[in-house]
């Protein structure tokens, strides 16, 4: 089964509804580098309401250690999800579990960032290029999508309820990760398309 998480929630209902049609998993975006960016207390808000068994995720992207301190102890996500260039050495010392992202930009050449993060409890390979923001609906070639690391991988950028069962059968991730896919706004998730894109992912199952 591929796990879904559903990225970029900045509404309590938005977030609800995805947990009620079956994700896995929800996001907040915390940093200042998106136009996602949701406040401690909108957070706070969004994962207090998720139900049991639904993992929260807070998204940060380069940010000072004493930001993502403070959402840890506010906002008490599952997982930390980090976005930007932070180190392996960096993000472990929060002692929090967490997401590395990877930037697949630059396409085969970017695969050399994934042996660097050993403490990351998954990696998450999004389409967008080193230094970018994510949530940005730029996809990758799927074909890259490693099989050899021992960490659960995560598929995301520009998955849709159209293309997620080709991306899954091509790449074989632990989970996939959508934001903007779900979307009628930045922010602003859509019923049918959030319904069609988990139905989708549970088909290709
Ligand atoms: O969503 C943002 O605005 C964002 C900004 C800065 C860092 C990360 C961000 N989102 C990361 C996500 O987890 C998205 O879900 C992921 O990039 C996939 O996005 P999309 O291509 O829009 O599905």
Sequence with gaps: MTRIKCCGMTRVEDALLAAQLGADAI???MTAHSKRQVSLAQAKAIVDAMPPF???VALCMDDDAGFVQEVIDVVHP???QFHGTESDEWCKQFGHPYLKAIAMGEG???LYQLRDHPHAAGLLLD???LGEPGGSGKSFDW???P???KQPLILAGGLTAANVAEAIRIAQPWAVDVSSGIESAPGIKDPIKLR???AAVRAAA
């Design 54 to 56: 639904v993992t929260t």
């Design 147 to 149: 099989r050899d690391l």
């Design 78 to 80: 599952s997982l930390l």
């Design 143 to 145: 074909s890259l999508m």
């Design 127 to 129: 389409g967008h290029g």
């Design 196 to 198: 069609d894109f988990i």
């Design 27 to 29: 996001g907040v975006v």
């Design 108 to 110: 085969a050449a970017a």
